[in-house]
């Protein structure tokens, strides 16, 4: 099992960038997201994310072309989400059957069948030009099963529901980047909301920092520690 988040790491990344994008340049790395959300499509088992999404959601976060993002780790979430009411929906990092409100029953985000659980049985692969960073991850380190309050609502750390990388990965806008997520699949395979009136979706997010044009030609030089990443 992948371990989770530690401000160390996270701290060794931030350093590194600051002592060349800060101190030489004042550029200040950002603690950031990309946030990147795809429907999921009955009998699909195969979803790619375009972290630079010219067009992204209201709850989602693509990539500057002249930005550079480096991860400290990452995650995969279900949302149920209501066209009608956006950026409300729990975001839910393991998959779970899921409940209408009712006079009986309140309200539980979740999908119609189990059919969605073989995603833990998928993999990860991510690519940066010719290079792979990830080629067959397991996705069962994403799952992570919560406790629930009142209400049928999780309780849901989402730091600790991350998996740390002990890979570099980095993702700039210049760059042509592929994040791609496999799992089993059949035609039958029903990946729908219980709830009437949602729409199921996978999310990929990762954290991490952020130098808003740090990709610029003045950055490529041997100075630059991450100088292979743009």
Not at 23 to 51: A, H, M, W
Not at 161 to 182: I, M, N, P, W, Y
């Amino acid at each position: 099992m992948y371990p989770i988040v530690q401000i160390e790491d996270s701290r060794k990344i931030f350093d590194k960038l600051n002592a060349y994008y800060g101190v030489k340049f004042g550029i200040n790395p950002e603690f950031s997201q990309i946030r990147i959300e795809e429907t999921l499509v009955d009998g699909q088992g195969v979803y790619n994310f375009d972290i630079k999404k010219e067009r992204p959601g209201v709850t989602e976060q693509s990539l500057r072309r002249n930005d550079l993002f480096v991860a400290t780790n990452i995650g995969f979430y279900f949302m149920m989400e209501n066209a009608s009411k956006p950026g409300v929906s729990y975001l839910l990092p393991f998959a779970q059957k899921g409940e209408a409100a009712s006079e009986t029953t309140t309200y539980k985000a979740g999908f119609t069948t189990d059919d969605i659980q073989a995603l833990y049985n998928g993999k990860l692969y991510c690519q940066t030009g010719t290079i792979v960073n990830i080629e067959d991850m397991p996705m069962s380190v994403f799952q992570r099963v919560p406790e629930y309050q009142a209400g049928n609502v999780p309780v849901i750390d989402m730091m600790k529901s991350q998996v740390t990388l002990a890979e570099k990965l980095a993702f700039a806008g210049t760059q042509d980047h592929v994040v791609r997520v496999s799992f089993p699949s059949f035609t039958a395979a029903d990946y729908s909301s219980a709830t009437e009136g949602e729409v199921a979706k996978l999310v990929f997010i990762a954290y991490g920092y952020k130098v808003p044009s740090g990709t610029g030609d003045k950055f490529r030089t041997d100075e630059n520690p991450f100088r292979n990443m743009i």
